[in-house]
């Protein structure tokens, strides 16, 4: 099947691209013997989770119970990185099956107090990881004080058992060229995190952490025992432009057509905010909402739901009505979240496809009307 | 079934909200002698549009062929709002029933051509409004000589029909009350677009008009046959700010839960980009990327995917972790778009959902893996 057999917009992924990055990334979590669990919000496919775990990851990231709920299908050993608050969303993540080792990671006593009723309620263990503030501001306990009374709290609280700490340097969004100053300040913190809980009593088995623009210099966090990337598998525009990858590695794209060059300057293609989404570069310059794959000078410079703009005013190219073109996006998450299946591509074949399958919430429709 | 039983973050409406606001569309429209094609962009549910045959809508408006096919369950009449380029796309559109009335808007001769050929190659006929370029420089002719020129190529070709002209003003971004300007010159250009028609021999039967920040001023539009307002079924942050709905006419909250209050100053939420989008208030003042209904000074200021956090400086309110806020998001049409279902409540209760059926795009999956 060729391109101009699929009706766009529709997301492309470049198969042999896939997997030199899911390589790269088991390649670099063996060498410093860090324990791969790759998030799979990037993906929500049970297809290249396979992928992840038959290379030798130790298990699977998700941000919901939704997700967890898909991806004990291909693994064992699942991590939710997320509070799990609130009855509903806790009795989902106990539907997971009873071979599956879960470990909540949270950040407050409230979410410890729901976790063990559900688990008592559940009769089930699950392992905590503490989230402390690295610097992010998001979530994240800020003092490791607190982070400790947390843990002393997971442990008084059996079936609750603690396992360990965790962190999320979402605020490092430097290139990685110019990363060692920030770099250099996490690694004392995580430093000091670990030795908090070492004095304590509770030296912690499990120090995660890791995030896209950090992800090839995880190792120079001391003490550090698991990464959890998501984006490298596809990667995406800003990871791209942060240096974090290659143009060459960014295996997804969104195939789409354009459809009218009535207006001078620019060309007007069916990918807008609902193909795309509406995601700025950070942490590097970069103008637009997601990049030619052939022609990176050219950018999606607005947009409205169904219509990208892209600027010709930076280029000679002026593209015919009808004509195909490959769009990278800024930020691969969010259009994975869009689509409910994926082509996977070599060349200008379409080889095969596979389903998102933890895209949405997974709620069926309560009554019909 | 009360809110605490629900999983969030989830999308709720408002039941009687929603009602007062198809009423309200409805009776300006014939109030004014109006056709009333709303666009189903918005809610992409065959309940919903239902709801608007019901009470009166000549036919609906889609943005994607793959609308079209959902959409014809609850009307002969369908409207696609865009050039449709593609054979995929075009193939896709002719599967709609046979007695539907087509018509698809568009702005070029490659688009006529292939239109044509489609039309050849089902046999069937299909209605085309010609778009002028309103002042928003997307899409639309800049010239009405072109666009004259555009609709004899139309009557020279059948099966295809031309049945008049159409404009999209998304250029008027003005808060309703400032619009005067905007929308006398916009008076203009539509009365010109008329007349240049009527005296090429080809008077527009259908001149298709409006936009959201304008909906209730499309009369003023002398010419006008046929409005096509998409967001006022649910109405938004951004349709309240600008005054074309006022604060209780937004029917559609995202229900959330207040996962960590860890960081000083803020509380962090389960909804993120993943949930809300990422739309920014444009045309009137508003930071931050949603509100709270009960509380429109605490805003959304910053997400990640699944991390939604409320800036709590401006407001004496401190939540705990587990409680539930209704988040008012800024562009509705796009959090439909991220959703499967919708839950109807009225007061504290749900008392219904229904599906958003033409969520996607509609692709099958090609070859299991």
Known sequence: MTFDQLETPVPLVDLDVMARNLDAMQAYADQHQLQLRPHTKTHKSLHVGREQMT????????????????????????LVAYPVVGHAKL??????????????????????DQLYAAAVRHDRAVAVTVEFDAGMHRVGVPSLDDAIALAHMVRANPPLEFSGIAFYPGHIREPVTSQD?????????????VQAFTEAGMPPAVVSGGSTPTMWRSHELTGITEIRP???????????????????????????????????????????????????????NGEGWGALLDRPE?????????????????????PQVGEQVRVVPNHVCIVTHLNDVIFGVRGGEVVTSWTVDARGRGYGALIGV
């Open 298 to 318: 050219v950018v999606v410079a607005r947009m409205s739901e169904e219509h990208g703009i892209l600027d010709l005013t930076t280029s000679d190219w002026r």
């Open 91 to 112: 009795d989902r993540l106990f539907t997971v099956r009873d071979e599956v080792a879960l470990r909540v990671q949270l950040d407050n006593a409230e979410a410890i």
């Open 55 to 78: 290379r030798g990851a130790a298990g699977l990231t998700c941000a919901t119970p939704h997700e967890a709920t898909v991806m004990q299908h291909v693994t064992d050993d699942l």
């Open 181 to 193: 100053a920030a770099l250099e300040r996490l690694r004392h913190k995580v430093a000091q995190a």
């Open 230 to 284: 998501g984006t490298y598998v596809y990667n995406d525009r800003t990871t791209a432009e942060i240096g974090a990858c290659k143009w060459e590695d960014c295996a997804f794209t969104v195939l789409a057509t354009v459809v009218s060059t009535s207006v001078r300057g620019q060309a007007v293609i069916d990918a807008g905010t609902k193909a795309l989404g509406r995601e700025p570069i950070r942490g590097a």
